[in-house]
Nanobody, 114 residues
Framework: QVQLVESGGGLVQPGGSLRLSCAVS????????MNWYRQAPGKQRELVAR???????NYGDSVLGRAAISRDNTKNTVYLQMNDLEPEDTAVYYC????????WGQGTQVTVSS
C-alpha cells in the first residue's frame, strides 16, 4: 500500500520560510511525477509545484520565485521549500503522486500570521 506522509507545516510569520517534506513508502522513482497542492478554506485545491522524473519543475503562478521543489530518490522524499511567505499562503498542503496521480497524503497545515 502506497503511503505519502507530509510534515513540516506550522505557524510562521509573514516573510518567513518553511520546508515541507513528503515521505513516500515506495520507491520514489515508481511514482513518476510528484506534486504539491494546497487548499485554503473556501477555495479550490491548487497546484503549488510539480517535479517530473527528469527533474523538470513547474510552479504555480502564485508561488513563482518563492518556492522550490526537489526530490531525493535515495530517501524516497519530496521537499517543498517556501520562502517569503505571505498570509495568502495559509492552507493545507498536500503531497500527490503516482502513475495516474492517484496517491495523496493527509496534508499538513501551514499558517502564515503575525
Amino acid at each position: 500500500q502506497v503511503q505519502l506522509v507530509e510534515s513540516g507545516g506550522g505557524l510562521v510569520q509573514p516573510g518567513g520560510s518553511l520546508r515541507l517534506s513528503c515521505a513516500v513508502s515506495v520507491s520514489l522513482s515508481s511514482m513518476y511525477t510528484m506534486n504539491w497542492y494546497r487548499q485554503a478554506p473556501g477555495k479550490q485545491r491548487e497546484l503549488v509545484a510539480r517535479i517530473f522524473q527528469s527533474n523538470l519543475k513547474n510552479y504555480g503562478d502564485s508561488v513563482l520565485g518563492r518556492a522550490a521543489i526537489s526530490r531525493d530518490n535515495t530517501k524516497n522524499t519530496v521537499y517543498l521549500q517556501m520562502n517569503d511567505l505571505e498570509p495568502e499562503d495559509t492552507a493545507v498542503y498536500y503531497c500527490n503522486g503516482g502513475p495516474q496521480g492517484e496517491y495523496w497524503g493527509q496534508g499538513t497545515q501551514v499558517t502564515v500570521s503575525s
